[in-house]
């Protein structure tokens, strides 16, 4: 799917999001497209068309995750589009440290439809965002959320 900020490639079963990852290079990939990943198409398209998009009804497939990963990435889903949560917050919310958070964000393999850019430093410092910070900024300003 081509956006803004590069291409997203979305594997899904028939049930479920397998996964959703930026790509750097997306040449060559195949294509085999079903209901969900074409509800997700639309779903992106609004995203960066402004609208509020929350993809919460797209389901998505946990196997081989811990349960309170699987809570932290369903919490997070909830955090509405321009506002943010703190790692320590999150990981109150999971029983999870704050550095256990982090590591479960840079891990997501759902990139938007668990929006972990919205999970930042308590002092309002973004934090990690896999290497690419900049990006995690883009996208928070796109939603509209206030910076420090």
Request: proline share 7%; net charge positive; glycine share 12%.
């Amino acid at each position: 799917m081509p956006t803004p900020i590069g291409p997203l490639f979305a594997r899904a079963g028939q049930q479920a999001l397998l996964s959703v990852e930026l790509l750097v290079l997306g040449e060559g990939l195949p294509e085999r497209p079903n209901r969900l990943l074409h509800s997700l198409a639309r779903r992106v398209e609004g995203y960066f068309a402004g609208k509020e998009e929350t993809f919460l009804d797209i389901p998505l497939d946990y196997t081989g995750l811990e349960a309170r990963r699987i809570a932290l990435y369903e919490e997070v889903r909830r955090i509405p589009p321009g506002e943010t949560r703190s790692y320590a917050q999150m990981g109150r919310l999971c029983g999870l440290t704050p550095r256990a958070v982090g590591a479960a964000m840079r891990a997501c393999p759902f990139f938007l439809v668990v929006p972990a850019q919205r999970v930042i430093h308590a002092d309002g410092s973004l934090g990690g965002f896999a290497g690419r910070e900049g990006l995690k900024e883009w996208l928070l300003r796109w939603e509209g959320a206030r910076l420090a």
